[in-house]
């Protein structure tokens, strides 16, 4: 049967180019450290000066291994003004007329795949006030998740916030915001995805339809405008467009002078962070409790203290109306605000609840305090009216369950705040102002002024000072100094910048003054890309939640059932003289007996609890984790990873530093080395290849002019992935690669060469051959020296039970000898990127759950297929997209950080999950009067609401004690080691 392929291309606008030139580099546009520069996949290639660069996919019919998969990629790659040409045989996925025919010319049948949905797709960012439980956040997600044109909706009760992916075309943000609110609850917008370069200003002056229409037009001239919308009612102005061409101070400037300087514009203030969102939440059930406060203490006093104070006691008991005393009077005026005013929102929230048929703890609470006040209300009013009936209220016990309730909800707020305390702290790394300097026409500086942060453009140069925080990513253009990157990257040690090097912005610059070129600003910065990746981690939902939102659906009707149940077995119990007369309170009768068990059942139960076990422990430790440099793509990803017991390492950039040196180069035949290299260089330079680059780094060493020689043409080049390359050089035939190319293009192998090669595998060196003319002249042997702290890493994963395996594409001599010195047994060598996902998929199948840990971009099919992806940070933005988790650092002993802090999350989640369960399994009984036959010991119906608040504020607290989660102490030894050897 023929496969289907992808096949990914990107290659210059320019259609006549015929430049096949490696890519030069742009000091300007350099790529991040750590691999940030674009988490959304090709960006380096997005980052050429000069020239256009176009993507496409293809379908490749017919490819049914990697050797079919080669020939399309060099056919493809011979086609002028081909950048890069990148195949994907495993997920079965490969412009214009001319590349197609290419394709099908080698053999096989091609299909250009019509990308629009996915450029359709926009993500919408949605703030939900009013979700109490999971049954509310289900209600939600189902809702959302029913409407034509949305792809996928997420809701998080923790973070109380939607993500939904949407088509745009057929359904807009606004429909989105209504649908939410037709379930019942407030929605406030975040983002609606369409504003990745958007900002808004506010526009003083005087607004007029005239005026309006001439910002409107003078704005619409600027290059890089996309959309303008006017609100002349804010007196805001929104604005999109391309950051490259254009940007904020120019839209300032542009209205400012419009209109002889009627207007003045500025920032418009954003009130729509989480942070205040929050504080507004927290303040507002503050003040509601303590307004029932002031209610229900004196409700409280006048039935539970005054009664045994004997002179307010007979002052209490005095009669208003036949039986009625002034007591219940007093009870039942205080209680009514806090039941109908302060406890408005359980009323509302159980109307929109049960509206939908999703019963939710409003219900709980609304049939709770609505039985306690109306039967204190029947009883008052059958006093008031006989002359021999003696009332018995429960006005306490619905105020009470009120307070308690909302002191819970108060003190939950407050510790949720808390959880999500790690994205406040990313975002407020950034610098409120920053020092823009501007230039003369030689280079000089001419003046220095402060603007806010968010008015940095691309390409402008920005100061920073000692002790200053850099504003902006971008790269150093002049002076030196030592910055310390640890908020970003989680990296303790400060890092040197000079001239050429780039820096992250929110990083702290400790000694010497650096003007820095901005190259990536606003949402396209490093911070924003680490910030919307901690939230949408956070948003994400681990699969052990299922659990919880499955019993959410049954849970509140089947406390209702349960709450019924055991007010009609005591009453009918009591009315058939099932129990002693003894054990009836002297103060109430079997009946209100009865209905007290019976709401004390219906507000123990809490749902709550359930529902905020899974998210705020995925949120403190997705949190916990970013400050550690380790970023965990959400609770997926780290239900996984608690459960890894296999780990697949790739050698190079992986055990490895990744940056491969040439330590020794021995000739076969008499020539000048210098020659030599010329020959080899000017082949390598076309590949992208780790070796190729240190062969020809090694090579300039050669030339005195290093960076500005130019090599001599190569023609008719072919590169073989994982064998090696070919070229015509000086029209010589040179072919540049491993033992089993030169067996494929027939070169013989020398005995003296092959037993060179066998040295420099036992040394753990890589061996490339060279031929020239179909004759091996000269052996190059490469080194890639391991990080420090491997051996370290690997002994402390066996002692972690965790089984480590090593898959490369080298030879097996190099990796035998790097998996020796590492201590690792299993060793996979000469693998193609889908033999490694091949080695990962049979672990799995072998009862597995495996990790991988890779750099490269031949990696990402293994990091895709593995149960958790581990991209070290340094590496492709390709392999960092498909990982789970990456590792900002680099460093290899965050391998056992990230396991060991899902473990201690998923260890927190189950304590969560006992807690909130064995709660109500305990409870529930309790409160339906189990014990109280043998001890006599009965829950009044306050008191078990203020144990249902408990809960979910205990379950919260849990969650928080991972904030204090510390690494493993074996690698504060292993950090020290690797201090010491750099």
Aim: glycine letters at 8%; one cysteine or more; hydrophobic letters at 40%.
């Amino acid at each position: 049967m023929a496969t289907r392929s992808l096949f990914a291309i990107s290659c210059f606008g320019n259609e006549n180019s015929h430049d096949l030139s490696p890519r030069p580099h742009y000091p300007s546009m350099p790529k991040y450290p750590k691999g940030f520069s674009d988490l959304n996949g090709f960006s380096d290639l997005e980052d050429l000066g000069g020239s256009e660069v176009k993507k496409a996919l293809f379908s490749v019919i017919g490819m049914t291994c990697s050797a079919c998969a080669g020939s399309v990629e060099k056919a493809i790659k011979r086609l002028p003004g081909i950048e890069n040409a990148a195949v994907d045989v495993l997920n079965n996925r490969t412009q214009e007329d001319t590349i197609r025919e290419t394709i099908e010319d080698v053999g096989f049948e091609a299909t250009l795949i019509n990308d629009d949905n996915e450029r359709s797709t926009l993500i919408c960012r949605i703030r939900i006030k009013g979700m109490t439980c999971t049954s509310c956040s289900t209600t939600v997600e189902s809702a959302l998740q029913g409407i034509h044109g949305v792809h996928k909706a997420q809701v998080a009760l923790a973070t109380e916030e939607a993500e939904i992916r949407h088509d745009p075309n057929l359904i807009s943000y606004s429909q989105l915001l209504e649908a939410i609110e037709n379930t019942g609850f407030e929605a406030i917008l975040i983002s609606t995805g369409e504003d990745k370069s958007k900002i808004k200003l506010k526009v003083d002056g005087i607004w007029t339809e005239k005026s309006i229409n001439l910002v409107e037009s003078s704005l619409q001239a600027l290059p890089g405008i996309d959309d303008i919308d006017i609100d002349p009612v804010l007196h805001k102005v929104s604005i999109s467009y391309k950051p490259d061409q254009t940007g904020p101070r120019d839209f300032i400037e542009v209205i400012e002078s419009t209109g002889s300087g009627r207007f003045k514009a500025s920032l418009f203030p954003d009130n729509g962070g989480r942070e205040p969102q929050r504080h507004e939440e927290i303040k507002k059930y503050y003040k509601s409790f303590l307004w029932s406060s002031v209610f229900t203490i004196p409700v409280f006093l006048t039935s539970m203290v005054f009664m045994y104070i004997p002179g307010i006691k007979h002052g209490l008991d005095t009669k208003v109306v036949n039986m009625l005393t002034i007591g219940e009077l007093l009870r039942w005026i205080l209680s009514t605000p806090v039941q109908f005013i302060i406890g408005r929102r359980f009323y509302i929230g159980s109307y929109k609840a049960l509206r939908h048929g999703s019963p939710n703890m409003d219900v709980l609470i609304a049939l709770g305090t609505n039985a306690a006040y109306f039967y204190s209300v029947y009883s008052v009013l059958r006093a008031a009216t006989s002359s021999n009936f003696m009332a018995t209220d429960f006005f306490e016990t619905s105020s009470m369950l009120i307070s308690f309730i909302l002191l819970g909800k108060y003190l939950e707020v407050l510790a949720k705040g808390k959880t999500s305390e790690a994205i406040a702290k990313l975002m407020n790394l950034a610098p409120e102002t920053a020092t823009l300097l501007s230039y003369d026409r030689e280079g000089n500086v001419t003046n220095e002024r402060e603007i806010d942060s968010r008015l940095i453009q691309k390409n402008d140069v920005i100061k920073v000072i000692p002790g200053g925080k850099v504003a902006s990513d971008g790269f150093v253009i002049w002076g030196q100094s030592h910055v310390n990157e640890s908020m970003i990257t989680g990296e303790a040690r400060p890092v040197a910048k000079r001239k050429g090097d780039s820096v992250i912005g929110g990083t702290l610059n400790e000694n010497g003054v650096l003007h820095i070129q901005a190259t990536h600003v606003g949402s396209e910065s490093a911070l924003s890309q680490i910030v919307r990746l901690v939230e949408s981690a956070q948003m994400a939902k681990a699969p052990v939640q299922k659990f919880a939102d499955r019993i959410s659906k049954y849970f509140v009707p089947l406390v209702i059932i349960l709450s019924f149940a055991t007010w009609l077995t005591w009453f009918l119990a009591g009315k058939f003289h099932g129990y002693p007369k003894s054990w009836i309170p002297s103060s109430m009768d079997s009946f209100q007996l009865a209905l007290q068990f019976g709401i004390s059942v219906m507000v123990i139960a809490c749902p709550c609890a359930l529902g905020l076990a899974t998210p705020t422990a995925v949120m403190v430790g997705t949190g916990v984790g970013a400050s550690q440099g380790v970023l965990i793509k959400g609770g997926q990803a780290l239900e996984s990873a608690h459960k890894v017991d296999c780990i697949v390492f790739d050698k190079t950039g992986t055990l490895t530093i990744g940056k491969p040196v040439v330590v020794s180069t021995r000739l076969l035949k008499n020539m000048v080395l210098c020659d030599f290299y010329d020959l080899v260089a000017a082949t390598e330079v076309n590949s992208e290849h780790p070796l190729a680059k240190a062969i020809v780094e090694y090579a300039k060493k050669f030339r005195g002019d290093d960076d500005s020689h130019i090599w001599p043409e190569a023609r008719d080049f072919l590169s073989i992935t994982g064998h090696g390359v070919k070229a015509t050089v000086q029209n010589k035939e040179i072919i540049v690669g491993n033992k089993s190319f030169m067996f494929e293009c027939g070169i013989p192998i020398p005995v003296y060469a092959d037993e060179i090669l066998v040295e420099t595998e036992e040394a753990a060196q890589t061996g490339i051959l060279v031929s020239i003319n179909g004759e091996v002249v000269g052996v190059i042997a490469v080194s890639d020296p391991l990080k420090p702290g491997a051996q370290d890493v690997i002994s402390i994963l066996k002692s972690m039970k965790v089984q480590s395996i090593m898959v490369t594409g080298d030879n097996w001599g190099t990796a035998n000898s790097i998996a020796k010195e590492v201590g690792i047994e299993t060793v996979i060598a000469e693998a193609k990127p889908d033999q490694k996902a091949d080695k990962v998929k049979e672990l799995q199948m072998s009862g597995l759950t495996v990790a991988m840990v890779g750099d490269g971009i031949n990696d990402s099919p293994a990091l895709v297929a593995a149960n958790v992806g581990m991209a070290i940070g340094a590496g492709t933005d390709i392999a960092i997209e498909a990982a789970d988790i990456v590792l900002m650092k680099s460093n290899l002993e965050d391998v056992i950080t990230a396991i060991d802090l899902s473990r201690k999350t998923f260890s927190r989640i189950r304590l969560n999950y006992i807690w909130a369960l064995g709660y109500n399994l305990l409870g529930i009984p309790i409160a339906a009067g189990v014990l109280f036959p043998s001890t006599g010991f009965r829950l009044p119906p306050w008191v078990a609401g203020a144990a249902m608040a408990a809960s979910s504020v205990s379950v919260v607290c849990c969650s928080l004690l991972l904030k204090n989660y510390k690494r493993p102490k074996k690698l504060d030894s292993l950090q020290m080691k690797g201090i010491m050897v750099q």
